[in-house]
T-cell receptor, first 116, second 112 residues
């Protein structure tokens, strides 16, 4: 149980375009979803936290106008990277938690974004 | 104060050995300490977690030791196997916040 999926698993886009990444909780209703960014051989960096129906809370230094997060339902959150640049190339990972699961976060498989 | 410091950065152990990865924290409000395993190109997977009311927790070959007074916790992998080769992250969070603070990660290699 507690499976989280992400789509797409990898995406290549041209500089200046926008790309949307979906995160879904498949077998539970996620009260909170988290978006992380991970550079090669580095740790996970939390970008934002979102609760269903509420605006996302962004971490310091993360541009909210560039990384748009929507948590429209209890099973779906989306991250849109707007006007992507090569420096946005990274591994993006979402996670989800639910009340009955206490603090545990269940992670998705990640999305590799390459901006050319 | 929000940091979790993890060591070593990398570790090589022979098959059957017991790799030990250590983490230290400063924030005494942290009350949940999970360990994650991540394979290349994949998301992290929860291995085992502990709360500060116990000093040790074992699940299969994985054991967490927790020292509340020293503000340290560690992961031990018994009878390590080449398939355990991965990057391991410790993390911490505090009640209600849910946000996880991750350590820097340890790249573990188990040689056959």
């Amino acid at each position: 149980g507690a499976v989280v999926s992400q789509h797409p698993s990898w995406v290549i886009c041209k500089s200046g375009t926008s790309v949307k990444i979906e995160c879904r909780s498949l077998d539970f209703q996620a009260t909170t979803m988290f978006w992380y960014r991970q550079f090669p051989k580095q740790s996970l960096m939390l970008m934002a936290t979102s609760n269903e129906g509420s605006k996302a809370t962004y971490e310091q230094g993360v541009e909210k106008d560039k990384f748009l997060i929507n948590h429209a339902s209890l099973t779906l959150s989306t991250l849109t990277v707007t006007s992507a640049h090569p420096e946005d190339s990274s591994f993006y990972i979402c996670s989800a938690s639910f009340v009955q699961g206490l603090y545990e976060q269940y992670f998705g498989p990640g999305t590799r974004l390459t901006v050319t | 104060q929000q940091q979790v410091k993890q060591s070593p950065q990398s570790l090589i152990v022979q098959k059957g050995g017991i790799p030990i990865i250590n983490c230290a924290y400063e924030n005494t409000a942290f009350d949940y300490f999970p360990w994650y395993q991540q394979f290349p190109g994949k998301g992290p997977a929860l291995l085992i977690a502990i709360r500060p009311d116990v000093s040790e927790k074992k699940e299969g070959r994985f054991t967490i030791s927790f020292n509340k007074s020293a503000k340290q916790f560690s992961l031990h992998i018994m009878d390590s196997q080449p398939g355990d080769s991965a990057t391991y992250f410790c993390a911490a969070s505090r009640q209600g916040a849910q946000k996880l603070v991750f350590g820097q990660g340890t790249r573990l290699t188990i040689n056959p």
